[in-house]
């Protein structure tokens, strides 16, 4: 019995030497690495892509990397986030599900954010009146182990890059012009400017649009040909819809005798492309909605 004991303590404290000897080498690689004397799992940012651009929020998924070079793996249940533009706060939230890395490997996790426009707005706004063409992007993560590892529980990442400052589109309608009001059809343009002020162009594909006069919608059509809007200018685009007489006939004494009092409201749905092979933008679906009354196209 006793011989057993000391065989087991022997294989034990050959484990732990292994143990600490593998922690040492990997403690000092990261000490030669990075300067940094705390070995500790990593987050790296791995890719950033925007899914939509709404009238209100930008929604977009940011994948991020995490390293463990730990001589043991952990469990989180969740990482909390903050993103920061201009050293501004534009996103805090929270990635509920369990995160599990085991020893020496690592995993990708996608975090789903959601930037609401005002906020974006504001920094824009102190980098526009400033001339600053490109800005700080920075992400803060945090999270809490299940069980200590090497004596600490909560581990934090900062991460900061220096990209190009990415602005909204600009979607103004100028005017909607019904051209000649007939029985049998009416012709209808609605003509819009899109400022850019971007560095670089867009273009604009699958692009589906509708017309609502007084909460009521008299016109929907599709442009499936690609629109290019120019870099750092305002592009003129018109686009044409026919009516039927019935959808705008009972409108008409409002169209023509109380345009004051008179909503429209035109939504915009299309692809964004990007042919210098910007990820972050390419494929990006943008949903505006541009709202006003028919006196805003009062003609001088």
């Not at 000092?28 to 990075?34: G, L, Q």
């Not at 699958?206 to 592009?235: C, F, M, R, S």
């Amino acid at each position: 019995m006793k011989k057993g004991w000391i065989v087991a303590l022997g294989l034990l404290l050959i484990g732990c030497i292994g143990a600490y000897i593998w922690y040492s080498r990997l403690k000092s690689r990261a000490e030669n690495e990075s300067g940094n004397a705390t070995l500790k799992p990593r987050l790296e940012m791995s890719t950033l892509e925007i899914t939509s651009i709404d009238d209100d929020r930008i929604k977009m998924n940011v994948k991020m990397l995490i390293d463990n070079p730990l001589p043991v793996g952990f469990k989180a249940k969740g990482l909390k986030y903050t993103v920061l533009m201009a050293n501004t706060p534009i996103v805090e939230d929270a990635y509920e599900k369990t995160i599990e890395v085991e020893s020496g490997d690592s995993t990708l996790i996608t975090l789903p954010m959601e930037v609401m426009n005002q906020k974006l707005m504001t920094v824009l706004k102190t980098l526009d009146r400033k001339d600053i063409d490109s800005t700080t992007y920075t992400v803060r993560s945090q999270f809490d182990l299940d069980v200590p590892i090497l004596g600490e529980r909560t581990f934090t990442q900062t991460i900061t890059r220096r990209l190009p400052t990415f602005y909204l589109l600009d979607v103004k309608v100028d005017d909607l012009d019904f051209g000649k009001l007939g029985l049998k059809r009416t012709d209808v343009a609605a003509k819009v400017s899109i400022t850019n002020k971007n560095h670089f162009p867009f273009s604009f594909t699958d692009t589906h649009y509708t017309v609502t006069i007084n909460g009521k919608q008299i016109a929907e059509g599709d442009q499936p040909e690609p629109i290019l809007i120019k870099e750092q200018a305002t592009t003129p685009v018109v686009f044409p819809v026919t009516l039927k007489p019935g959808q705008t006939l009972e409108l008409l004494p409002k169209m023509l005798f109380d345009k004051k009092d008179t909503p429209f409201l035109v939504t915009l749905r299309c692809k964004l492309i990007d042919k210098s092979g910007n990820s972050v933008i390419h494929n990006s679906q943008m949903n505006t909605v541009i709202r006003g009354t028919l006196a805003d196209f009062k003609k001088d």
